[in-house]
């Protein structure tokens, strides 16, 4: 059982910054991937970026390409997802997830774990 809590979500005006982190305890195992997803209201949850265990394959998604960045700290135990310049459309609730292995898939079924989600609310 691997349990995972984002926190460091927010409320921020339109342009500005926030930066995610999702820690993970319990029976973690090495070489799993981290991603992050993110659900707003009346959308289905929808993939947002993805990191292997060496960082050696990121994904993100065409909608955030350049302006987030999804890293990792191992030894912590914690992903993390640098947002900059965020839009009002980025406002949506993240949750971080996990799967054993590499990056095999972008979709959140073939992650295994989750997070309860953090709030991130983008204003102008």
């Known amino acids: 059982q691997v349990q995972l809590v984002e926190s460091g979500g927010g409320l921020v005006q339109a342009g500005g910054s926030l930066r995610l982190s999702c820690a993970a305890s319990g029976r973690t195992t090495r070489n799993y991937a981290m991603g992050w997803f993110r659900q707003a209201p009346g959308k289905e949850r929808e993939f947002v970026a993805a990191i292997s265990w060496s960082s050696g394959v990121i994904y993100y998604a065409d909608s955030v390409k350049g302006r987030f960045t999804i890293s990792r700290d191992n030894a912590k135990n914690t992903g993390y997802l640098q947002m900059n310049n965020l839009l009002p459309e980025d406002t949506a609730i993240y949750y971080c997830?996990?799967?054993?292995?590499?990056?095999?898939?972008?979709?959140?079924?073939?992650?295994?774990?989750w997070g309860q989600g953090t709030q991130v609310t983008v204003s102008s």
């Open positions: 997830a996990a799967r054993t292995g590499p990056v095999a898939t972008t979709q959140a079924l073939g992650f295994d774990y």
